[in-house]
């Protein structure tokens, strides 16, 4: 069964940067796709930044050229590195992994950034 991991999530200065990490088990690593998303206070979910199994990346408007995701296929984590973190940054994030039909999410990390 495979089972998702989110760390370094917590409180963060504005302006200030956080690196999210997805430790993975239990899953053929290098065949999936992994996702971070968010989940601000009262809002609905939204799609953050994808990374592809070939390490193709895309990122949503509000974060390009502040976010960055990577993965270490040796460690079977995915990573998301934030920089010039902004309140609207504060949510809760979740990490997902997918490969076809195949689907894992993690329980999600709260990032709150102080205004």
């Known amino acids: 069964q495979g089972q998702l991991v989110e760390s370094g999530g917590g409180l963060v200065q504005n302006g200030g940067s956080a690196t999210l990490s997805c430790l993975s088990s239990?899953?053929?690593?290098?065949?999936?796709?992994f996702g971070w998303y968010r989940r601000p206070p009262g809002k609905e979910a939204e799609l953050v930044a994808i990374?592809?199994?070939?390490?193709?990346?895309k990122y949503a408007e509000s974060v390009e050229g502040r976010f960055t995701m990577t993965r270490d296929n040796t460690t079977k984590t995915a990573y998301l590195r934030m920089d010039n973190l902004a309140p609207a940054d504060t949510a809760r994030y979740l990490c997902?992994?997918?490969?076809?039909?195949?689907?894992?999410w993690g329980r999600g990390i709260q990032v709150t950034v102080s205004s």
């Open positions: 997902s992994a997918r490969w076809g039909d195949s689907v894992y």
């Open positions: 239990g899953i053929d690593f290098i065949r999936y796709s």
């Open positions: 990374i592809t199994d070939r390490n193709g990346t």
